[in-house]
């Protein structure tokens, strides 16, 4: 088996000392590397320098990326230029990335007396001065407006760079009905073609507990309630594939 | 020796799943604890869950925060209970913690048209709706913006918690002109009525190389050109002055 899995968390840097990040540890995507890594596969595993990172073993490995386009890079690469029997796509992507921060008085001294138009507001939010994009953070101010851009949908590319994997995605809700989260990882999975999303729901992670549902295509949900159980269902997916199309 | 040490670098929660954190690793404050910790005394070390720890000993208790505010807190209480021979403020500090997420279509939603005004704009940059504070971030949107607010300065309040220690604070910049760099310490040493201040450039950080420049009151400036280093140089004007005291 040639498998990739993504885990972690991506951050983005605010200035050299500030950055946004996403909290996942990385335990979840350990597990799945570890559910596979007992069987002979090659692993290409994509996380962070801050997430916990699964035994080392022959077939392991690790590349490191930070922000949400260095995974951009780092994953059309691989997926571009190998053939893997599945990706799993477990890390938490940063949905936007900072490009400019203003202080009230700042912002203030651009726009006051001015009615907002659409057309100039989004020209400058799109192409903000060099004066702007100074990363610098002023404290001296009550408020600041911190700008942010949105980053490419990762999970939406995978599919075209790699036609024929079996292609899990992940998504994470807070504290919805259990009928919302399936609705929209359901709404994801036909988006973005995968064979499966993990659904699952962050008050129902804690301590031992993890409840995950993976879904297919075929609207069949499984359930699992900890982060082992979770990737010996998706161990168990990419292996009935790989039987099947012997 | 009593001594309180902070370190590490705080995070703000946007929503939850996602921060703005201060990068600081808690390297030297680590290492400044452990220059005390073969003497005979007690640490009390305010500290993250994230940052690197000092080894543990008899005379060491970890006080763990995330945010400014829980910094704060922590802090006012253990300066205004105990009495500490000095106090060694080396973390970096959030200087703002987010209070609302806009999308650029609820902005223009709520500004179009109208003449951005001082008092209607700053009003409604303190006192937001229920319904703007909502933290969930819209993916749905080419620009966020981030609203952020100023987070006490937790600095300007150790003098006045506890009047007679030796109190040590910390100014980082990033590539700046040392004489720019040793003029900001200065003014944050008297404006903060501290004893001694650490200015250091993210720039000259790297590796082994830390270098530290300990200003004090009457314009001495002392360099040292490692973590253990500055750590040593703190120790022995805290050990000075205990001997002098005496």
Chains 1, 2 share one sequence.
Not at 9 to 18: A, K, L, M, W
Not at 73 to 98: C, G, R, W
Not at 196 to 225: M, T
Request: charge should be negative; proline fraction near 3%.
């Amino acid at each position: 088996l040639k498998i990739l899995i993504t885990a972690g968390g991506t951050s983005e840097r605010i200035d050299q000392v500030r950055s946004i990040t996403n909290h996942s540890t990385g335990r979840l995507g350990k597990a799945i590397a570890e559910a596979f890594s007992s069987q002979d596969c090659q692993i290409d595993y994509v996380t962070t320098r801050s997430a916990l990172l699964p035994e080392a073993h022959e077939g392991l490995t690790l590349h490191f990326i930070e922000t949400t386009q260095e995974l951009f890079n780092q994953l059309q690469e691989l997926l571009t230029k190998h053939s893997y029997d599945a990706v799993i796509h477990s890390m938490a992507v940063s949905d936007f990335t900072p490009v400019m921060n203003v202080s009230e008085e700042d912002f203030l001294e651009k726009w006051q007396g001015r009615p907002i138009e659409q057309e100039s507001f989004n020209n400058w939010l799109a192409e903000p001065s060099d004066k702007e994009t100074e990363t610098k953070i002023s404290s001296n101010t009550q408020h600041l407006m911190l700008i942010m851009k949105q980053n490419p949908k990762i999970i939406s590319y995978l599919r075209q760079w790699q036609p024929n994997t079996l292609l899990f995605g992940f998504k994470l809700l807070v504290d919805v009905p259990k009928e919302e989260l399936l609705a929209v990882a359901q709404k994801s999975l036909e988006k973005n073609k995968l064979d499966f999303v993990l659904a699952n729901d962050l008050s129902q992670i804690k301590d031992s507990l993890h409840r995950g549902y993976l879904l297919d295509k075929n609207g069949n949900v499984e359930e699992a309630e900890t982060k082992a159980k979770i990737a010996e269902l998706i161990y168990q997916k990419v292996k009935d594939r790989k039987e099947n199309v012997r």
